[in-house]
């Protein structure tokens, strides 16, 4: 340490006076005690004052500069010497240095701009205002024949691409070019996960997502599938899972999913299709999220109904009932409810069995599947009474999806649970589904359903219990009074803030609840002829209208 302290102090007394010798001999024992115990020589370096110094002698001119960014990058490996280097000013003659055409002095700057900034967004957004990201991408373009230089600038790609402000810079810059050249000519699996690990999170932005399809790297990550499906080596496997999971990443863009769907001619459309019937469960999981990515527009989902692709999705899920893997099965429900949302779809899909598949996972206890399994069955019967009516009168199923209404933890199956009771009562408007339900115990959750922060379900629930009182009501008098449906339709009218469909549905309602005796009784219990009249003077002239009408009903049977 000796020597130290006297190489610092000679470099104090030589840095004023610009001897280049003395100064080399000086930044040499620097590096040397660095190496030797890191943490206390940039102590001592510290202590020294050193550190305000070193801006002066990083003078793009001086065969000096690649050593003392080299100790700069040495030091700044120590989280408490980062604030004292930013705080001495050496960012921005770093970041001047960029410019430099000397190999080893932009990789000894880039070091040491990367250990300074590590792990603070702050200083990593200084340097994205700085200008640092064409720059660098440049230099990329010009040195990706330096292994180091490359390295450093995919290191430096990666930590910066975290931020969502560089996403826009990047994508002003030809990175997603240099980035696949890059990728094409790599053998080694650390340098193809270097790549990957920069590609994932600028795959996030829309904007790159095309830049990267029209730049050829969905061919790449199709030949690093191909050349991976059969490994055995956990490298193997990594890589298959990284290339295929970027794959449906670069599929989650509007514009890129659409130019690889092609119309469904596209040879990479063809080439994802192939990986549902897959032995590999990656693939297969990449293959399925890649069909329900493309299903984001009803001419890709007629398109694809019409090709068979349902067909694929139902023998996966075959493969998937006994053991299966949830993430599989979840991707694969997913999928079709997509397929499912086109009206033309619905039919044929029912046509092809999908119900009965669907409904052999009835008895997961994955709260996802659950989810996806509830969504899909409410897609497919929409509109399709004869399905409605079939899976309405399944008592299983309302058993499970009453049970599922309970939910409380898994706050989306409830949901789900609830919308699916009330779809199948309404899109089948029959009397034995109804009973059903009611036999099943949906009717209070119906009721609850109806108090949702959520207009949509609550008119959902309000049509359907409407049905419930129209088809049934002396079968569902009892559950009515028990879950207080008198009471919660009358909150729901004194509301102001309850929408007009609301208020139309919870009076037309209260009409029909009124040929029960006790439910009369409630009626008149609780004023309801006050809050109604009020109602007539809606601004909402269906509102008004059915508030007339109630009124009537009201004195009528007062």
Known sequence: MDNLSEALEKLKLASTDSATDSVESCLDCLLKALANNNTEASMKIQEMGVLPLLPTLLNPQSSCTPKVANIIAEVAKNEFMRSPCVEAGLIPPLIQLLSSTDQEVLLQTGRALGNICYDSHSLQAQL?????????????????????????????????????????????????EELVRLFQKQTEHEKKEMIFEVLAPLAENDVIKLQLVEAGLV?????????????????????????????????????????????????????VLSWVPSHNHQLQLAGALAIANFARNDGNCIHMVDTGIVQKLLELLDRHVEEGNVTVQHAALSALRNLAIPVVNKSKMLSAGVADVVLKFL????????????????????????????????????????EWCEAKDHAGVMGESNRLLSALIRHSKSKEVVRTVIQGGGVKHLVTMATSEHMIMQNEALVALGLIAALDLVAAEKDFVGASLVSVLHKLLSDERSAPEIKYNSMILICAVMGSEPLHKEVQSLAFIDVVSKLRAHENKTVSHQASLTEQRLTAQS
């Open 363 to 402: 008895q997961s206890e994955m709260p996802p599947v659950q989810f996806k399994l509830l969504g899909t069955l409410r897609m497919l019967i929409d509109t399709q009474a004869e399905a409605a009516d079939q899976l309405g009168t399944n008592g299983k199923l309302v058993e499970r999806l009453v």
């Open 128 to 176: 994205i205002n700085m200008g640092v990201i064409p720059t660098l991408v440049k230099l990329l373009g010009i040195h990706s024949h330096n292994t180091a230089l490359t390295e450093m600038c995919l290191i430096a790609f990666g930590n910066l691409a975290e931020l969502e402000s560089s996403k826009e810079q990047f994508a002003s810059t030809n990175i997603a």
């Open 219 to 271: 061919e790449c990550l199709l030949d690093v599938v191909a050349q991976t499906v059969d490994g055995e080596r956990e490298e193997d496997i990594a890589q298959l899972k990284t290339a295929s999971d970027l794959m449906v990443l670069l599929l989650l863009g509007d514009e890129s999913m659409q130019k690889l769907f092609e119309g469904g001619k596209g040879s990479v459309f063809q080439r």
